[in-house]
């Protein structure tokens, strides 16, 4: 029943003043940090859900006195429940805030080393998140005078009926830990798994989604990729074949690419080439050219861009030397009688 005296009394209790210059307080605060930066977008978060929870527990503590109700019951388990609550999304945040912090402050020395960390980050925020998310249910269950005990058991007696019907999502976890231990591959590696080429988007336990070069995006789970050919380690090969007339001097010929490998080598753009590009063959006679090969080591992951820097400065080369690089032709011998 509503008592305007009590009304008036609840609106003057101190813990409710002090719960709202609170929640004033740590709502002033979060303006403090910017929303730009990863790490202070952390402690803005954490003051705006501070002092939501502040005005609930003002808003909470000053029904309870107005309306009369049991004041031992309700603000032990509001007390409970916001701690749980708090604690729980403290570490939450506090998860994302060491895995932002390690990605920041570790040294990277290179692009490799920053895949490595971009892929443990996501994996670690999964892991980190699920445990979080079963503890804090747990302890609400027990707030509210649920046994976990029999639950607990029940579950691992579901969990092992589960794991009998589903062997290839725990193959699959398996796998992925496997993964992740051998260091096979990161995120933003190009790779081919499971009959898949193309770069690595996404890596979880479970499954690696793979985006191929039409812009697809395939999940594969982990349990599939038994062969791994990562693009993306120390150096790669760039090939480019030319074919030439027949009537070409082959040694002019290898003179020619032999100047363009070393002249590719001089300029090296961005660093890609790891040595000179040497030529070799003749690798085939073909039906209408002699085939040649320039190789090279280079960056890993650029060797595309290589090949096609290769086969332009190849054709321009050619042009200047007068060598002709022949389109498919076929003699016809006729015959009489």
């Known amino acids: ?150 639950l607990i058991a029940s579950a691992s007696v579901v969990g092992l009926a589960l794991s009998l019907g589903s062997q290839k999502v725990i193959q699959d976890i398996i796998a992925g830990i496997f993964i992740l231990l051998e260091d096979q591959f990161h995120v933003g590696d190009g790779v081919e798994v499971a009959g898949v080429a193309g770069i690595v988007e996404e890596m979880t336990l479970r499954v690696t989604k793979v985006r191929d070069f039409q812009g697809y995006l395939h999940i594969i789970p982990n349990s599939e990729i038994s062969v791994v050919t990562n693009r993306n380690r120390e150096w790669t090969r760039a090939i480019a074949d030319v074919g030439v007339a027949y009537d070409s001097d082959l040694n002019r010929v290898r003179a020619v690419l032999e100047e363009v490998g070393q002249a590719l080598y001089e300029e090296n753009p961005d660093g890609i080439f790891l040595e000179a590009p040497m030529p070799l063959g003749p690798e085939a006679l073909a039906d209408s050219s002699i085939n040649f090969r320039l190789i090279a080591r280079v960056k890993a992951g650029q060797h595309w861009d290589a090949q096609r820097l290769m086969r332009q400065r190849i054709k321009e080369a050619f042009d200047r030397a007068g060598i002709e690089i022949p389109f498919p032709q076929l003699d016809v011998h006729m015959r009489q009688g």
């Open 1 to 150: 029943m509503f008592d305007p005296t009590r009304f008036i009394q609840a609106v003057q209790t101190p813990t409710v003043w002090k719960a709202l210059i609170l929640a004033l307080v740590l709502w002033w605060g979060r303006s403090r940090f910017s929303a730009q930066n990863p790490l202070t977008r952390i402690f803005r978060r954490a003051f705006t859900v501070s002092a939501v929870v502040s005005f609930l527990y003002a808003l909470v503590t000053f029904v309870v006195a107005a309306f009369s109700l049991s004041t031992a019951s309700v603000a032990e388990l509001g007390t409970r429940l916001l701690i749980i609550l708090f604690l729980g999304y403290f570490a939450w945040e506090g998860v994302e805030f060491l895995l932002t912090y390690l990605s920041t402050r570790l040294p990277v020395t290179d692009e490799l080393a920053r895949r490595r960390m971009q892929t443990l980050t996501t994996v670690g925020r999964w892991v980190g998140r699920l445990i979080i998310l079963f503890i804090v249910g747990t302890m609400l269950l027990d707030v509210f005078h649920v046994n976990v005990t029999p």
